[in-house]
């Protein structure tokens, strides 16, 4: 078979066009293809939530130390950093985050989740991989057998970092406060990627500035006094605040923010109560807000507040029965640097060809904690790159006729194409060889 007719193969396999295939990376990384195939359908297959990814946390260390990196374990509870050091040169980090939804799969897959798993607390609970973590691990352990393979290619310090508990907002913060720094070096650059449900397979989107907003999870109990239904009178009823709270909570960003600066707030879930007569003594409100400045951040605490211990004052509570306020997780924006970002660009165009590199997206409300890795030093740069994991006939739809995909990210339903193994590996392979110094 003549080379060419063999890279036009590789084309139709990956989803790219034959102009990209010149470079070996794209032909190491489809002979590596069954293989990361079958652990994306394993890890897809064992999900585990936030914090308690014990089992994939055990295999991607597995993977990584038989590669030949110096692995360190439990970070952050299950969290997995892996170095390799190969002469001087820069320290380029790379996170993929390891953590699947409490969300019941209703696909179709024949790798589907289909047995319970536990929460960190030991609950039996369903979780699915729906929002594409099962790839994101997946391309961190090809990029491993990728840069082994090339130590002759490049010099300098990789950083491997499998993440727990994104979808918490928290799993990144808790590596750094467990001592992540302590075992690995301080990175000039830090890298990640995150599936795109609209972009098909062999394609990925890049852009500079504001990528992907911050956020807080913060959870409101309402403290009332707890009665017989049929005497609401001589209780106070926490439902009824909550039920005020929440509605309340919607003219925050509607009356009071800037309409010009993005902020979302959602209450997410209502927790209270167990019986149809029974007033309760409390409720608990689960809030998540996305904001890109911290000036709609700070009113929008302030109003939740506000509102809530008004509500509560209005309705005779005392003083030391006022609502209390758990800040759990917490991420600034995401924000793509220029310089980074074009480089990034331009190795992607190299490896993948220019016309599957794409640029211009809007930024959107979702949030990530990946940057959080480099709290500790902000100067650091960090490039977000979005990757195609949607199908070729979704991605016309939305092309000819503006229309998204049925499922997205958090849905049941939610499918990640396969042929986003191999793309994916390329793509976030060829970023972190670029940021590295060569030989």
């Given amino acids: 078979m003549s080379k060419v007719l063999r890279h036009a193969l590789l084309a139709v396999t990956l989803g790219l066009s034959t102009s990209a295939l010149s470079t070996p990376l794209v032909e190491s990384v489809d002979a590596d293809r069954e293989r990361l195939v079958g652990i994306f359908k394993h890890i897809h297959a064992h999900p585990e939530v936030g914090f308690a990814e014990v089992n994939t946390a055990a295999m991607v260390a597995k993977e990584l130390r038989a590669q030949g990196f110096e692995v360190h374990e439990g970070i952050g509870r299950t969290g997995v950093a892996a170095v390799m050091r190969n002469g001087d040169g820069p320290t380029v980090m790379f996170r993929a985050d390891m953590d699947a939804l409490p969300v019941k799969e209703e696909t179709d897959l024949p790798y589907a989740a289909t047995e319970p798993t536990k929460d960190l607390f030991g609950n039996e609970i369903y979780a699915m991989h729906a929002c594409g973590h099962d790839a994101h691990t997946t391309w961190l352990i090809g990029m491993a057998k990728q840069l082994a393979e090339r130590k002759d290619q490049w010099q300098g310090t990789v950083v491997l970092v499998a993440q727990p508990a ?30 795109h449900a609209v972009l098909p397979a062999g394609k990925v989107a890049i852009s500079d500035g504001r990528r992907m907003a911050g956020t807080d999870q913060i959870d409101v109990t309402i403290k009332g006094r707890g009665g017989h239904g049929s005497t609401p009178h001589a209780a106070i009823d926490p439902v009824v605040m909550s039920a005020m709270a929440i509605m309340g909570y919607q003219t925050i960003v509607s009356r009071e923010l800037d309409q010009s600066q993005p902020a979302v707030l959602t209450v997410g879930a209502i927790n209270a109560g167990s019986g149809n007569n029974i007033i309760p003594d409390e409720a608990s409100l689960k809030l998540n807000l996305r904001w890109y400045r911290q000036a709609e951040r700070d009113m929008m605490i302030d109003g939740i507040k506000r509102v809530t211990d008004n509500i509560a004052r209005m309705y005779g509570v005392p003083e030391d029965r006022m609502p209390t306020y758990e800040m759990k997780g917490y991420s600034t924006p995401v924000i793509n640097p220029e310089q980074e970002t074009e480089h990034a660009r331009q190795a992607m165009m190299a490896a993948l060809g220019t016309d599957n590199v794409l640029q211009g997206f809007p930024p959107v409300m979702g949030s990530e904690d990946f940057h959080m890795l480099t709290f500790p030093y902000p100067e650091v740069p960090v490039v977000f790159i979005e990757v195609g994991a949607g199908s070729e006939q ?46």
Wanted: glycine share 10%; aromatic share 8%; net charge negative.
């Fill in 166 to 195: 994104e979808e918490l907002i928290m799993g990144a913060t808790a590596m750094v406060k467990n001592g992540l720094f302590d075992v690995v070096p301080k990175p000039d650059v830090l890298v990640a990627g995150h599936t």
């Fill in 394 to 439: 979704g991605w016309e739809n939305f092309v000819e006729h503006g229309q998204l995909p049925k499922y997205l990210n958090h849905n049941p339903k939610f499918v990640v194409e396969p042929d986003s193994i191999p793309s994916g590996t390329v793509a976030l392979t060829s970023v972190v060889l670029s940021f590295l110094g060569t030989k």
